[in-house]
């Protein structure tokens, strides 16, 4: 396989903003209706899981000759998969850990935005502090959560909501630049044509 830069055009953009939407939706959701039940949130997030790590595989696989490390970002999807999978299957044991489960996946998904923030700095991108931002946030989000896992499940429903909103802002930020990048390596390619 050819080393393809991340500058190239980039497929499958549109998959990072629909699970951008999904994450600011899901947020929006959980601070909207605090689910008196705590083990019925364990649905609502095995759900996302499992539609996290199916877009995630999907945009990998899409995009594998041009992302270096694309391997690990289906690894993730998959990760996630299996996460949403266990939460399905054992909603009493996932309701007790739940803060863990939440405190982690927020923690891999804001690493993964620390990284790509960092991709898009390597790539003389404007605007690549805010995926670095926002993934630091999401860090200190997560460690919240899982060094204090009575505070995490007293206010799971605020931070679990600000978590997934900060994804999803990453995630539609991401999807924008690659939609830009995209649309400039077509663009070049049509006056490489015509030349």
């Known amino acids: 396989m050819n080393s393809i830069s991340f500058n190239d055009s980039f497929r499958k953009w549109w998959a990072f903003e629909v699970l951008g939407v999904l994450f600011i939706l899901m947020s929006l959701f959980v601070m909207g209706h605090p689910i008196t039940s705590y083990a019925g949130l364990v649905l609502y997030f095995a759900l ?14 899409g995009n594998r000759d041009v992302l270096k490390n694309w391997g690990w970002y289906a690894g993730g999807g998959v990760l996630d998969i299996l996460i949403g999978g266990l939460l399905l299957m054992r909603m009493d044991i996932a309701a007790i850990a739940l803060s863990m489960y939440v405190g982690f996946f927020i923690l891999f998904g804001s690493i993964a935005a620390i990284f790509r923030g960092s991709e898009l700095r390597d790539s003389g991108f404007k605007g690549w502090g805010w995926p670095l931002f926002s993934g630091i946030l999401g860090v200190i989000f997560s460690f919240m959560i899982l060094t204090n896992l009575i505070f995490g499940a007293a206010t799971i429903v605020l931070w679990t909501a600000m978590g997934f909103f ?20 077509q663009h070049m390619g049509r006056e490489q044509l015509n030349a």
């Not at 539609?51 to 945009?59: E, K, M, P, T």
């Open 48 to 61: 996302m899981f499992i539609v996290s790590g199916v877009l995630r595989i999907v945009s990998s696989m």
């Open 166 to 185: 900060m994804m999803g802002l990453f995630y539609i930020y991401l999807g924008i630049h690659l939609h830009r990048i995209h649309k400039g390596v």
